[in-house]
């Protein structure tokens, strides 16, 4: 899954991507995923970086809703999944309308009611990403007294039952165990050492699981790499270790680098079992 994030404040990109020709971008990123193999494109409008500060839903539209509808064009025939990231109901039946096909959801449908009811009419595919309150107050609500793993299992498998509930299908449901939210790098680490535990748990079991660790602050304090966009070899580090726990897609900024390691890993601990 590689990303595009159209905002002035992402903290991977520093807005690279904000306020540009929507369909040079699209071009561009047709070309890379030609290139490398990516089968997704995750659009975003909004920032979930710890601590961000809410945009207007019309603002979001407008960042995210051109570009998606230019992703589509230029696709044409070939094979594409664009996903919309965002955890607002309206924006998300809007980006479907223009041609998005999942909704990447980082709250899991807990920050606007209307979501999985959205969702379900729309007929779309929805990941649910586990996390913990806000993007501006996520980071203090790391308390698990019970244990990482068996939280975010328990917490994630809630959130299905009440996208089921609200008349999702199983199949077009995927979950995400929320690396970088409402968790601290110690619980990051287990959450990648122990993906295989989530993926076996009651509930959870036959899910796809996407896994977005890419650039993200705890990789930069652990080898030492202050600036988002040179955080690569942590990165692969961190991918590899997703696929070797059974992730089925990995969100990725430096698609061209990652979809070597995505190969490598596969061939290493997936092929032949």
């Known amino acids: 899954m590689a990303i595009v994030n159209v905002t002035p404040d992402s903290f991977s990109d520093g807005g690279d991507n904000f306020n540009v020709d929507v369909d040079a971008l699209a071009s561009s990123t047709m070309e890379l995923l030609d290139v490398t193999g990516a089968t997704i494109v995750d659009v975003g409008g909004q920032s979930s970086k710890p601590g961000a500060m809410e945009v207007s839903e019309e603002e979001e539209l407008r960042r995210t809703v051109p570009m998606i509808r230019a992703l589509r064009s230029a696709a044409r025939t070939r094979p594409l999944c664009i996903s919309i990231d965002t955890y607002r109901a309206r924006v998300a039946a809007e980006a479907v309308g223009a041609g998005a096909d999942l909704v990447n959801d980082v709250s899991g449908g807990t920050l606007d009611r209307a979501m999985l009811a959205t969702v379900a009419k729309l007929g779309a595919s929805i990941c ?41 299908r199983r199949w077009r449901i995927l979950v995400d165990p929320g690396i970088g939210f409402a968790k601290t790098q110690a619980q990051n680490l287990e959450l990648l050492r122990d993906l295989h535990l989530l993926r076996d748990w009651s509930g959870l079991q036959g899910l796809p699981w996407l896994v977005g660790p890419s650039r993200k602050a705890f990789i930069g304090r652990i080898t030492g790499v202050a600036e988002p966009r040179d955080r690569i070899w942590g990165t692969a580090a961190a991918i590899s270790a997703a696929v070797a726990g059974g992730a089925d897609i990995v969100r990725v900024h430096d698609v061209a680098h990652m979809a070597q390691v995505v190969k490598m890993a596969d061939a290493i601990w997936r092929h032949g079992r």
């Open 128 to 168: 649910l990403t586990h996390m913990r309150g806000t993007p501006s107050t996520m980071t203090q609500l790391t308390q698990y007294p019970e244990g990482i793993v068996p939280t975010v299992a328990r917490e994630l498998s809630a959130r299905v039952q009440a996208a089921e509930a609200a008349g999702i």
